[in-house]
């Protein structure tokens, strides 16, 4: 083959190769929409809480988790109404777009495994919520103990809201969706497992306050600690990765849309 010829073929590679990065972003560009969706609607959510950022002295905390959070709600059926309405009504706006999205572009993506997990998540939650448990009926102390961490952790609405952006980040082949999803989940399992929210065992703070010499006889040399953030903050810690990944693939959507 002549120097020409290697020439063209590498030019050709070179074209293809830019063809199919192109349409692999025109494939996944509208992840964008469904991450800002769920961004707006962990946001939102700080308005069912009584006080989502301002300090308060003293909280009544119902179980299970009807807002999200361990964290005195404004109304708890208003919760409940509010995540089992705007979940199901935003994974099915969000279908809708795959849809047009589809039939405009000619492209799928596995949305409706997106759509489907969030769907049988939460009403897994519903289902385990409705079965009765001495747990829901003691004290939130007992929520503190190994014994009872799991139950609180999973009988909140936020944690299929995790499950739902790591599969969307399955579908979207988007390695940051599933962090997204991950970060989400283990904040809530963190912050609901244990009452009051932000408890820190007493080996973190030995770790985070630089005493490196380990416990003594297995017992931590702290008593532990608390992260004392407001419902809100949470929230918005929760929705930071999903807002930052709407504007860069939405930007990056319009680039390929524009040709650029």
């Known amino acids: ?23 692999r972003v025109r494939a996944h560009g509208g992840a964008w929409l469904p991450a800002l ?20 002295y003293s909280i009544s905390v119902d179980s299970p988790y009807w807002a999200g959070l361990p964290d005195e709600q404004r109304d708890p059926l208003a919760s409940y109404l509010f995540w089992f309405l705007c979940t199901p009504l935003l994974l099915a706006t969000v279908g809708a777009w795959y849809r047009w999205r589809s039939r405009s572009l000619g492209l799928r993506v596995a949305w409706p495994l997106f759509v489907g997990t969030g769907l049988g998540v939460l009403l897994l939650l519903a289902v385990l919520a409705a079965v009765p ?3 829901q009926q003691q004290s939130d102390t007992l929520n503190s103990s190994p014994d009872h961490f799991w139950l609180s952790g999973l009988l909140t ?9 790591m599969a ?9 969706l599933t962090i997204a999803g991950g ?18 065992p007493g080996w973190t703070t030995d770790i985070l306050g630089g005493d490196l010499t380990g416990p003594m006889d297995g017992i931590p040399n702290s008593l532990g600690g608390q992260v004392d953030w407001r419902p809100g903050i949470w929230l918005t810690l929760m929705a930071l990765p999903l807002v930052t990944f ?3 693939r939405g930007w990056q959507s319009w680039r390929a849309a524009s040709g650029g």
């Open 37 to 56: 969706g769920i961004a707006v609607l962990l946001l939102a959510s700080s308005a069912l809480y009584r006080h989502p950022f301002a300090s308060t």
């Open 246 to 248: 709407a504007a860069i």
């Open 168 to 176: 969307l980040g399955w579908a979207e082949r988007s390695r940051s």
């Open 157 to 165: 609405p936020l944690l299929p809201i995790a499950v739902a952006v």
């Open 133 to 135: 448990t001495q747990e």
């Open 183 to 200: 970060w989400i989940a283990i904040l809530t399992v963190w912050l609901c497992g244990w009452v009051p929210m932000g408890y820190l």
């Open 1 to 23: 083959m002549d120097q020409a010829s290697e020439g063209q073929a590498t030019q050709t590679l070179a074209e293809l190769e830019r063809l199919r990065r192109r349409t």
